[in-house]
């Protein structure tokens, strides 16, 4: 039976009917046809999955859909800005080269972001400690860590 | 040759990157076709057993059941196909029982599948599933290589002892005698241990069929669609190849594992013609860990034997390799063609002799992963010279200097001719890099803190730019190695590149732009790069063995000069010139020692409007294909010096220091070569410190099944990385110069970091992955 649940998405009010037993993850992909969010394990240990709930990087997957009912989610699709400019994190992912495959760099970016507004930081080691939770099989976290640096100075220019 | 824009060896911002970092990639699971539904596999729980009842009939009855598909389905069809022939020294061929698509009567490893449910949701197949009625009558488990021949079972009827092939490479007489006369022999025995793949993006088809037209339309995650089409048609399901069409799309990461032709697909594109609607999979990543082909996990035993001064007089490797529970699509060459080949590494070893076993085990299959057989290969040598010069009381740099294959091209003992390299060059520059002259002041001040010290070096090499045909051909290689690419000039001078290679994650849509822009001389914007789609691509052999940028680019290369050459019969016609007058500059041609000339998009106009045109010499348009198959195999090599510190009470060990200098010849974009490197890197540090796939040896169970036991490299497990690549040697027979960048560090960085361990400690040897356990254990019985 499905329950009827409103969620705030990337700025935009929705209203739509979730299982009880499917995850945040599987509503915003399946049923918001939101497909940026990615899924890459399935032990909440890879952080392909993460967004932003009401402000904080939360893995997508962990979280029933019906539990998100009256939560603000941003996901990547809402991070750059309208125009298409993209989010300071963003740009320094691509400046740095900090992704390949892209199939991590949604939750990688949305953890950055993240680390950077509620953590101060970030030398060297302290990003890569905040990134613990982010799976990437590609980069050897070389640039991604150059990028969350070079992004979160961005981001207080 | 056109002057250079400058695109070349410019560190380009990647292109794809704009749709990856806003959501926008468009992934094998992010496609949802009309009328979709939703495979689930039922996989065996146990290791090795006969199916004694397989009933279905609960299950089909259970809610949104479209169809359910078991072994009895595919008997009629082929298994799924070995790629590559090996004859054992006896002269008889490998044993290649049939790979089944589904189960047929009996089960080979956990995860082995038995049945395919299709149904309207994902959650009703699973629930179907469950339904469905198994008995199993277990048999013994073959587990460990190195017990399976002969063991107490055996995984397929076809090889009674387990043993898949027993092959032999080199000179095993006079690598023997060498032995026997030699001042000094060092043995090592090892194992290089088995590695997940574990791309982030988990294995996902999505199979349909289209009635009125009979054809197929296959969306998968491949390194290679073109071959997994002529697999999936022509060895086992029979479908016409001109009727079925593969799309890899967006692919997150290969590392090889998405080379292969899979039981599930191939499953669902048979049962898309019976359920009349899409069907779409997404792996599970425990599932992956059970179901994809995993690499390495070799048994091995070395010995080098040397002169009084330490120069190389034989090399004697024994080998057994775990092929797992059955031979995945290029399974049989990892351990041979792609690893024996390389065991000269560096050096100019007279004699050398390498024998394999092969072993079928119930394991799931193992194929190659990111340096397929070179990593193993460059184990063994990296680590029986530094072993050597210990024993030596030579310094591990020296010992290598003295070996060094110095003049070129140099034909090894083990078949292949190196056209070119400088190793003195990049060890040098490696040595400066990591600071080895600050070394003894760096362990003093470890000492002091009670920590442990130590730097070890890799010299490797790699063959890449898989590969001459003709070569691979005589070695037992059922496919053509070369690669297709084709340039599209529009009529407005834009350009459309399609080539048979395949980017997941490489950027290969920046780096065949900057090469296609400096020679047409256009900007970047002008040219678009396809690929990954049969309905698209003319052919493609797909992206492996870092031969992108080597064999697919040089077809491009090669199709673009021709378009260079129809452009000046155009140019010349228009310009009243001879063909031979005009010269292609900076995208233009002219009539040379004139200001005579024309624009490159004033002639693909001419091509397309040919109302003033060489009709007599000429066809209209400015379209042309190529297709590149190499001369020789390209050798990238280098050095990588490891520095580690470890705390002798834990166990625990930090790199300090991983630095690393390779000659790829000449680089396109360093930015993406550079990350090539940092992520090869990462993998191999994962292999020589972490990641381990275990099986339990009495039951067969996969005890690493997951990321809460497997333990992949993440952030803080790393340390940021020196790497540079070297000046170089250009390649000498491809027209770029190229030599492959992708593997190298999953390559190079194993034995560097066991060398350090190893010389922190000072001990023989540390098993891989060298966890905490594992060295407080070396460290413990050092010190006693």
Same mark, same amino acid.
């Given at each position: 039976?499905?329950?009827?649940?409103?969620?705030?998405?990337?700025g935009?009010s929705?209203?739509?009917?979730?299982?009880p037993?499917?995850?945040?993850?599987?509503?915003i992909?399946?049923?918001l046809?939101l497909?940026?969010?990615?899924?890459g394990?399935?032990?909440?240990?890879?952080?392909a999955?993460?967004?932003?709930?009401?402000?904080?990087a939360t893995?997508?997957?962990?979280?029933l859909?019906?539990?998100?009912?009256?939560?603000d989610?941003?996901?990547?699709?809402?991070?750059?800005?309208?125009?298409?400019?993209?989010?300071?994190?963003?740009?320094?992912?691509?400046a740095c080269?900090?992704?390949?495959?892209?199939?991590?760099?949604?939750?990688?970016?949305?953890?950055?972001?993240?680390?950077?507004?509620?953590h101060?930081?970030h030398?060297?080691?302290?990003v890569?400690e905040?990134?613990?939770?982010?799976?990437?099989?590609?980069?050897?976290?070389h640039?991604?860590?150059?990028?969350?640096?070079?992004?979160?100075?961005?981001?207080?220019? | 040759?056109?002057?250079?824009?400058?695109?070349?060896?410019?560190?380009?911002?990647?292109?794809?990157?704009s749709r990856?970092?806003?959501?926008?990639?468009?992934?094998?699971?992010?496609?949802?076709?009309?009328?979709?539904?939703?495979?689930?596999?039922?996989?065996?729980?146990y290791?090795h057993a006969?199916?004694?009842?397989?009933?279905?009939?609960?299950?089909?009855?259970a809610?949104?059941?479209l169809?359910?598909?078991?072994?009895?389905h595919?008997?009629?069809?082929?298994?799924?196909? /070995?790629?590559?022939? #090996?004859? @054992?020294?006896?002269?008889?061929?490998?044993?290649?029982?049939?790979?089944?698509?589904?189960a047929?009567g009996?089960?080979r490893?956990?995860?082995?599948?038995?049945?395919?449910?299709?149904?309207?949701t994902?959650?009703?197949?699973?629930?179907?599933?469950?339904?469905?009625?198994?008995d199993?009558?277990?048999?013994?488990?073959?587990?460990?290589?190195?017990?399976?021949?002969?063991?107490?079972?055996?995984v397929?009827?076809?090889?009674?002892?387990?043993?898949?092939?027993?092959?032999? $490479?080199?000179?095993?007489?006079?690598?023997?005698?060498?032995?026997?006369?030699?001042?000094?022999?060092?043995?090592l025995?090892?194992?290089?241990?088995?590695?997940?793949?574990?791309?982030?993006?988990?294995?996902?088809?999505?199979? @349909?069929?289209?009635?009125?037209?009979?054809?197929?339309?296959?969306?998968?995650?491949?390194?290679?669609?073109?071959?997994?089409?002529l697999?999936?048609?022509?060895?086992?399901?029979?479908?016409?190849?001109?009727?079925m069409?593969?799309?890899?799309?967006?692919?997150?990461?290969?590392?090889?594992?998405? #080379?292969?032709?899979?039981?599930?697909?191939?499953?669902?594109?048979?049962?898309?013609?019976q $359920?009349?609607?899409?069907?779409?999979?997404?792996?599970?990543?425990s599932?992956?860990?059970?179901?994809?082909?995993?690499?390495?996990?070799?048994?091995?035993?070395?010995?080098?034997?040397?002169d009084a001064?330490g120069?190389?007089?034989?090399?004697?490797?024994?080998?057994?390799?775990?092929?797992g529970?059955y031979?995945?699509t290029?399974?049989? @060459?990892?351990?041979t063609i792609?690893?024996?080949t390389?065991?000269?590494?560096?050096?100019?070893?007279?004699?050398?002799?390498?024998?394999?076993?092969?072993?079928?085990?119930?394991?799931?299959?193992?194929d190659?992963?990111?340096?397929?057989?070179r990593?193993e &290969?460059?184990?063994?040598?990296?680590?029986?010279?530094?072993?050597?010069?210990?024993?030596?009381?030579?310094?591990?740099?020296?010992?290598?200097r003295?070996?060094?294959i110095?003049?070129?091209?140099?034909?090894?003992?083990?078949?292949?001719?190196?056209d070119?390299?400088?190793?003195?060059?990049?060890?040098?520059r490696?040595?400066t890099?990591?600071?080895?002259?600050?070394?003894?002041?760096?362990?003093?001040?470890?000492?002091?803190?009670?920590l442990?010290r130590?730097?070890?070096?890799? &010299?490797?090499?790699?063959?890449?730019?898989?590969?001459?045909s003709?070569?691979?051909?005589?070695?037992?290689?059922r496919?053509?190695?070369?690669?297709?690419?084709?340039?599209?000039?529009?009529p407005?001078?834009?350009?459309?590149?399609?080539t048979?290679?395949?980017?997941?994650?490489q950027?290969?849509?920046?780096t065949?732009?900057?090469?296609?822009?400096?020679?047409?001389?256009?900007?970047?914007?002008d040219?678009?790069?396809?690929?990954?789609?049969?309905?698209?691509?003319?052919?493609?052999?797909?992206?492996?063995?870092s031969?992108?940028? @080597?064999v697919?680019?040089?077809a $491009?290369?090669?199709?673009?000069?021709?378009?260079?050459?129809?452009?000046?019969? #155009?140019?010349?016609?228009?310009?009243e010139?001879?063909?031979?007058?005009?010269?292609?500059?900076?995208?233009?041609?002219?009539?040379?020692?004139?200001?005579?000339?024309?624009?490159?998009?004033?002639?693909?106009?001419?091509?397309?409007?040919?109302?003033?045109?060489?009709?007599?010499?000429l066809?209209?348009?400015?379209?042309?294909?190529?297709f590149?198959?190499?001369?020789?195999?390209?050798?990238?090599?280098?050095?990588?010096?490891?520095?580690?510190e470890?705390?002798?009470?834990t166990?625990?060990?930090?790199i300090?220091?991983?630095?690393? /200098?390779?000659?790829?010849?000449?680089?396109?974009?360093?930015?993406?070569v550079?990350?090539?490197?940092?992520?090869?890197?990462?993998?191999?540090?994962?292999?020589?410190?972490?990641?381990?796939?275990?099986y339990d040896?009495?039951?067969?169970?996969?005890?690493t099944?997951?990321y809460m036991?497997?333990?992949?490299?993440?952030?803080?497990?790393?340390?940021?990385?020196?790497?540079?690549?070297?000046?170089?040697?250009? /390649?000498?027979?491809?027209?770029?110069?190229?030599?492959?960048?992708?593997?190298?560090?999953?390559i190079?960085?194993?034995?560097?970091?066991?060398?350090a361990?190893?010389?922190?400690?000072?001990?023989?040897?540390?098993?891989?992955?060298?966890?905490?356990?594992?060295?407080?254990?070396?460290?413990?019985?050092?010190?006693r």
């Amino acid at each position: 039976m499905g329950m009827q649940i409103t969620l705030t998405v990337n700025g935009e009010s929705i209203t739509r009917e979730a299982e009880p037993n499917t995850l945040l993850v599987t509503f915003i992909r399946e049923t918001l046809r939101l497909t940026g969010t990615h899924v890459g394990c399935d032990t909440s240990q890879c952080g392909a999955c993460t967004v932003h709930v009401n402000g904080r990087a939360t893995k997508s997957c962990g979280l029933l859909a019906v539990q998100a009912d009256g939560a603000d989610i941003t996901t990547i699709e809402g991070l750059a800005a309208a125009d298409g400019t993209l989010h300071p994190m963003q740009a320094a992912f691509r400046a740095c080269h900090g992704l390949q495959c892209g199939f991590c760099t949604p939750g990688m970016v949305m953890s950055a972001v993240d680390l950077v507004q509620h953590h101060g930081c970030h030398n060297e080691q302290q990003v890569r400690e905040a990134l613990e939770g982010n799976i990437c099989r590609c980069t050897g976290y070389h640039n991604i860590v150059k990028a969350v640096q070079q992004g979160a100075a961005a981001m207080k220019a | 040759m056109n002057a250079r824009q400058g695109f070349i060896g410019t560190s380009v911002e990647r292109r794809e990157d704009s749709r990856f970092l806003t959501g926008k990639g468009q992934y094998t699971d992010d496609i949802t076709l009309p009328g979709q539904t939703y495979a689930y596999f039922l996989r065996s729980p146990y290791a090795h057993a006969r199916i004694t009842r397989l009933d279905t009939a609960a299950a089909a009855k259970a809610p949104g059941v479209l169809g359910i598909f078991t072994g009895e389905h595919f008997k009629a069809v082929g298994g799924l196909p /070995c790629g590559w022939l #090996i004859n @054992s020294l006896d002269g008889a061929p490998m044993k290649e029982p049939k790979h089944p698509v589904l189960a047929d009567g009996k089960v080979r490893c956990v995860g082995d599948r038995v049945a395919m449910v299709v149904a309207e949701t994902v959650d009703q197949a699973r629930a179907a599933a469950e339904r469905i009625e198994v008995d199993y009558d277990e048999l013994p488990p073959i587990v460990d290589p190195a017990t399976a021949i002969g063991g107490p079972a055996a995984v397929h009827d076809e090889a009674p002892d387990n043993r898949c092939y027993q092959w032999g $490479i080199g000179d095993k007489a006079g690598t023997e005698a060498a032995l026997a006369g030699a001042a000094h022999v060092t043995t090592l025995s090892f194992r290089n241990n088995r590695l997940i793949p574990n791309a982030m993006e988990t294995r996902a088809a999505n199979a @349909s069929y289209d009635p009125h037209g009979d054809n197929y339309t296959l969306y998968v995650t491949s390194q290679n669609p073109h071959v997994e089409r002529l697999l999936m048609c022509a060895f086992v399901l029979g479908i016409p190849e001109h009727k079925m069409r593969v799309v890899a799309p967006d692919v997150g990461g290969g590392f090889g594992s998405k #080379i292969f032709l899979y039981g599930e697909e191939t499953a669902m594109v048979f049962a898309a013609k019976q $359920i009349k609607r899409p069907i779409k999979w997404t792996c599970e990543r425990s599932e992956a860990f059970l179901a994809d082909a995993h690499g390495r996990d070799h048994v091995t035993t070395v010995k080098l034997g040397t002169d009084a001064q330490g120069k190389f007089l034989g090399l004697h490797v024994e080998t057994t390799a775990n092929l797992g529970a059955y031979l995945s699509t290029f399974a049989s @060459s990892v351990p041979t063609i792609l690893y024996a080949t390389l065991l000269a590494g560096q050096y100019a070893t007279p004699k050398i002799w390498c024998q394999v076993d092969a072993v079928f085990t119930n394991t799931a299959p193992v194929d190659a992963y990111r340096g397929a057989g070179r990593p193993e &290969a460059t184990y063994v040598v990296e680590r029986i010279v530094e072993t050597a010069a210990r024993e030596l009381g030579i310094d591990p740099a020296e010992l290598r200097r003295r070996n060094f294959i110095t003049s070129f091209p140099y034909a090894t003992p083990v078949g292949l001719t190196y056209d070119t390299g400088d190793y003195e060059a990049t060890m040098a520059r490696a040595i400066t890099l990591a600071d080895v002259a600050g070394f003894a002041a760096r362990k003093a001040a470890s000492e002091a803190k009670g920590l442990k010290r130590g730097l070890g070096y890799s &010299a490797y090499i790699e063959a890449c730019g898989i590969a001459p045909s003709s070569v691979a051909g005589a070695l037992g290689a059922r496919a053509g190695l070369f690669e297709a690419g084709e340039v599209r000039v529009h009529p407005t001078g834009k350009v459309t590149i399609f080539t048979g290679a395949h980017s997941h994650g490489q950027g290969h849509e920046t780096t065949f732009a900057q090469v296609v822009a400096d020679k047409l001389g256009i900007p970047m914007d002008d040219i678009s790069i396809e690929h990954g789609d049969t309905g698209k691509v003319l052919f493609g052999m797909g992206t492996y063995g870092s031969r992108s940028l @080597s064999v697919g680019g040089t077809a $491009i290369v090669k199709a673009v000069d021709k378009i260079i050459a129809k452009g000046k019969k #155009i140019a010349a016609h228009l310009l009243e010139a001879a063909d031979t007058d005009i010269v292609f500059e900076n995208g233009e041609f002219k009539v040379a020692g004139t200001d005579k000339k024309l624009p490159f998009a004033a002639v693909s106009l001419t091509a397309y409007v040919p109302h003033n045109f060489p009709h007599d010499k000429l066809e209209p348009g400015l379209n042309e294909n190529a297709f590149y198959d190499p001369s020789n195999f390209t050798y990238p090599a280098g050095t990588y010096i490891c520095e580690v510190e470890i705390d002798p009470a834990t166990g625990h060990t930090r790199i300090d220091r991983m630095t690393a /200098c390779d000659d790829f010849g000449n680089v396109i974009n360093p930015m993406i070569v550079e990350g090539q490197v940092h992520g090869g890197l990462a993998q191999g540090i994962g292999q020589a410190l972490l990641e381990h796939g275990i099986y339990d040896t009495e039951t067969g169970q996969l005890l690493t099944g997951s990321y809460m036991d497997y333990a992949m490299p993440r952030a803080d497990d790393l340390p940021s990385f020196t790497v540079e690549t070297a000046k170089g040697t250009p /390649c000498t027979h491809n027209p770029l110069g190229v030599k492959g960048c992708g593997e190298a560090g999953a390559i190079g960085s194993p034995p560097a970091v066991i060398n350090a361990i190893c010389h922190a400690l000072g001990v023989k040897d540390v098993p891989m992955p060298a966890t905490p356990y594992t060295v407080w254990k070396a460290a413990q019985a050092a010190a006693r």
